[in-house]
């Protein structure tokens, strides 16, 4: 993981990452990349305190978006996210939170969803979020692709059909067992950013502690000191 994954789990797809401000989000950038139309893209950034950081994601008719995030180091561990419609609809909105998954039934247009830190005046945050998309309509062209073959294939025990059909779970597979794998990173990332900052605090304290034990030892060992002292003047 080498050895936390905001230093980028992978190469992530072309994104476009715009600050944002109160007046920015009436505006939307005419120049605006996506992802790449794979179906699983993820992301780590650094959303610096009191900054607002939003992406857009276009989307086709009747897919599916799903969208899961966690704040993996911080103080506090939470932050704002809000997921607009293309029409400007708030769909999601979670206020102050560490993570969480979801998923909406899209149309045509581009999905805008942020990340709010304009709460916190002092700690940044490092947050990971990871895209799912479903029925983007490239599996239907593949299967048009694929039509032009099957000809003549009676005479064989397994069509391509089910070859086809054989790839596509395979597939499946393989890529929801790259989102877990993923997912256990950033839940490891988070763990090890919380025992590593408890870590400088117990050796904080530690040393706080230390340092009033030697002060009051010296005391005591003074105020004995000075019980035993003779401080009667002798005459003569």
């Known amino acids: 993981m080498g050895p936390l994954p905001w230093r980028r789990l992978r190469p992530p797809p072309p994104l476009l990452l715009l600050p944002l401000g109160c007046f920015a989000l009436l505006l939307p950038p005419p ?7 794979s179906l699983d893209s993820d992301f780590t ?5 009191g900054r607002k950081e939003c992406f857009y994601q276009p989307m086709r008719k009747e897919a599916s978006l ?3 995030y966690q704040v993996l180091d911080g103080a506090g561990l939470d932050v704002d996210f809000h997921l607009l419609s293309p029409k400007g609809e708030t769909l999601v909105f979670d206020e ?3 993570d969480g998954v979801h998923t909406v039934e899209t149309e045509d247009g581009d999905y805008m969803f942020c ?3 304009t ?13 799912i998309l479903d029925n983007m309509g490239e599996d239907g062209q593949d299967q048009e ?5 099957v000809t003549g294939t009676d005479l064989l025990d397994m069509k391509l059909e089910d070859i086809l059909e054989s790839i596509n779970s395979v597939k499946a597979r393989l890529s929801k067992s790259v989102q ?4 256990l990173r950033a839940f490891e990332a988070r763990d090890r950013n919380i025992q590593e900052s408890n870590f400088d605090r117990v050796n904080f304290w530690s040393m706080v502690n230390l340092g009033v034990m030697v002060v009051v030892s010296a005391v005591q060992v003074y105020m004995l000191k000075s019980l035993f002292e003779d401080k009667r003047k002798s005459r003569t």
């Open 119 to 131: 709460f916190s005046t002092i700690s940044e945050k490092v947050i990971f979020f990871e895209l």
């Open 45 to 49: 950034f650094t959303l610096p305190a």
């Open 180 to 183: 877990i794998q993923t997912l």
């Open 31 to 37: 120049a605006a990349t996506e992802f790449s139309p």
């Open 145 to 149: 692709d694929w039509k032009k073959y």
């Open 66 to 68: 799903e969208l899961e």
């Open 115 to 117: 990340f709010d830190n």
């Open 96 to 98: 102050r939170k560490s």
